[in-house]
């Protein structure tokens, strides 16, 4: 089982660029999450999923947009990048009515 | 936001040394899980606790979740080289409400 894939592993854009970064899970997680990983300040929200149909947003959702496409897969889109949005971005997972979540490796943007 | 404080920040230690390492909270959290993350790598689970007062261990690590609810301790006993790496302490309110993170503390093991 490949458990959380997030693809692509990096990325260069220029700033007002978009993009979308990919995330698919194999574990039949009813709960999917994004997270950003900036140095000294842990792991921020930005967008999470309890259930298929449903998004919600974080704690850091200025810039962001997120899709359920299916179970499987959540996206995060970057409409009109920032440098601000220079960070490392992580896709989690997790059974509903269990706390535990699942992390994918990581996608390293960097906005110029 | 919710806030979790996790200390120390960052610990240099001789290998065979044991490392604690603690988070706190002014709520009340349903779940704590404790997670390392190597260099380059996503954030991996080691230890998960459900109730008031437990504690558990997972090899050379153990945890405990705080008898008030508002915080949670990791120890790493006899560490080794690869116990390098980035500590995060994450808690859950209840519910389906998403975990909270600490800043994570780095963990340097010094041969």
């Known amino acids: 089982n490949a458990g959380v894939t997030q693809t692509p592993k990096f990325q260069v854009l220029k700033t007002g660029q978009s993009m979308t970064l990919q995330c698919a899970q194999d574990?039949?997680?009813?709960?999917m999450y994004w997270y950003r990983q900036d140095p000294g300040m842990g792991l921020r929200l930005i967008y999470y999923?309890?259930?298929?149909?449903?998004?919600d947003k974080g704690e850091v959702p200025n810039g962001y947009n997120v899709s359920r496409l299916n179970k499987r897969e959540f996206s995060l889109r970057l409409e009109s990048a920032a440098p601000s949005q220079t960070s490392v971005y992580f896709c989690?997972?997790?059974?509903?009515?269990?706390?535990?979540?699942?992390f994918g490796q990581g996608t390293r943007l960097t906005v110029v | 936001g919710q806030q979790l404080n996790q200390s120390p920040q960052s610990m240099f230690i001789q290998e065979g040394e044991d490392v604690s390492m603690n988070c706190t909270s002014s709520?009340?959290?349903?779940?704590w899980l404790w997670y390392k993350q190597d260099p380059g790598e996503g954030p991996v689970l080691l230890i998960a606790?459900?109730?008031?007062?437990e504690l558990t261990s997972n090899g050379r690590l153990t945890a405990q979740f705080g008898i008030t609810r508002k915080d949670s301790f990791l120890n790493i006993s006899a560490s080794i080289p690869s116990d390098v790496g980035i500590y995060f302490c994450?808690?859950?309110?209840?519910?389906?409400?998403?975990?909270?993170f600490g800043k994570g503390t780095r963990l340097s093991v010094i041969a």
């Open positions: 989690a997972s997790s059974l509903q009515r269990r706390r535990e979540a699942f």
């Open positions: 994450a808690g859950q309110l209840g519910g389906n409400t998403p975990l909270v």
């Open positions: 606790l459900y109730k008031a007062g």
């Open positions: 574990m039949n997680h009813n709960s």
């Open positions: 709520s009340i959290f349903n779940t």
């Open positions: 999923s309890a259930s298929e149909g449903t998004t």
